[in-house]
């Protein structure tokens, strides 16, 4: 990791974070002990990665309002669907993990080995999430996977994740853009920082998630510069709401592999060349609530050059 007066910062943070947990959710305290046990590593620094994207001082050269993007049609030939874009750089840590808690719903998706992890996933019940975003107001609570992580295994519906999310304070840094999906094609993003909560609902058939609250009770809280919206996050907002208008309903599996390929002007697929901060696009996945299966890009990196490989772990 790292050493000096950030370390020491990023110690007391965690520290903060686990109190509360052990708290609340002692359940995955004990889980992320039996992950250090398991990997032979120090409970110290297992406790740290799991506050990692928490911590205000790390990165400091990360940008706000890049990230993931994330889009649902709430219909099609093969019923609801949703598709998303990992935008976080090249990392070697993340796997398809399959989860089945004591208690609660299974849930299944792309996670990384050493977190509790909730992003990216659909669970037993058919509820999909995922999407992120950066703001500039802080609080303490939770990391926002931990919250993601109750969801999944609490929540069955759209609407219960919504009453769920309500009940928790979420991150220090990040906040969300949570794209919520469930088998009975009911979507919502909804769009959470440490202090505020709102909610946007499907439209036109469909919704998206970008890098910056649309709200108008949200928009302040945006953490990056208006000329960085304007020239990154706002082209692909406009761009997947065309393809929620005009995306291919009777094969939405192929229309979602495009638009999840896509380059240029608000194109979901990145290289690490294409943003002032080289960020590269490290997979994408494609969820069928009501199948509970789901499409990961594989290899690892941008998906115009992965093939896409279907998961259905419930059959």
Same mark, same amino acid.
């Given at each position: 990791?790292? /050493? ?13 974070? =686990? /109190?509360?947990?052990e708290?609340?959710?002692?359940? +995955? ?5 039996g %992950? ?9 620094e ?16 990360f940008?706000?309002?890049i990230g993931?993007? &994330?889009? &649902? ?5 093969l ?15 993340? *796997?398809m993990?399959?989860? /089945?808690p004591?208690?609660?719903?299974s849930?299944?998706?792309t ?10 996933? =659909? ?5 999909? %999430?995922g ?15 931990v919250?993601?992580?109750? =969801? ?12 769920? +999310?309500?009940e $928790?304070k979420?991150? *220090? ?10 088998a009975?094609?009911? &979507?919502?993003v909804?769009e959470k920082s440490p202090t ?10 469909? =919704?998206?998630?970008?890098?910056h $609250? ?6 302040e ?9 304007e ?8 761009r ?13 599996? /192929?229309?979602?592999?495009k %638009? ?10 990145y290289h ?11 997979l &994408? ?7 509970r ?23």
């Open positions: 990791m790292y /050493k000096g007066s950030a370390r020491k910062e990023h110690e007391k943070l965690t520290n903060r974070i =686990i /109190k509360d947990m708290e609340t959710l002692p359940e +995955l305290v004990e889980e992320l002990r %992950i250090t046990e398991g990997a032979g590593l120090p409970e110290e297992v406790f740290m990665l799991n506050a990692w994207w928490e911590n205000p001082l790390f990165p400091s050269s940008p706000p309002n993931c993007s &994330a889009v &649902a049609f709430t219909d099609s030939k019923d609801p669907i949703m598709g998303q874009t990992l935008d976080i750089g090249r990392n070697p840590y993340w *796997v993990v399959f989860v /089945k004591k208690k609660g719903y849930f299944y998706g996670l990384r080995m050493d977190m509790l992890g909730g992003g990216r996933c =659909i669970n037993e019940k058919g509820l999909c %999430i999407g992120t975003v950066s703001v500039s107001d802080r609080a303490e609570g939770l990391p926002r996977h919250v993601l992580r109750v =969801i999944l295994e609490s929540c069955a519906t759209v609407d219960e994740a919504i009453d769920t +999310l309500k $928790f979420v991150s *220090v840094r990040f906040g969300e853009n949570l794209l919520l999906l469930d009975s094609g009911r &979507a919502a909804v505020r909560q709102d909610v946007r609902w499907a439209e036109d058939g469909g =919704i998206c998630a970008t890098n $609250f649309t709200l108008p009770s949200m928009r809280l945006n953490a990056g510069s208006e000329k960085m919206i020239r990154y996050s706002q082209p692909q907002l406009d997947l709401r065309e393809f929620i208008k005009e995306g291919d309903r009777e094969r939405p599996i /192929k229309a979602f592999k %638009i999840l390929r896509s380059h240029g002007l608000g194109g979901l697929c690490g060349d294409e943003w002032p901060w080289p960020t590269c696009t490290q &994408a996945n494609i969820m069928l609530p009501r199948q299966e789901m499409y990961v890009s594989v290899l690892m990196g941008p998906p115009c050059k992965s093939q896409f490989i279907k998961y259905s772990p419930y059959e």
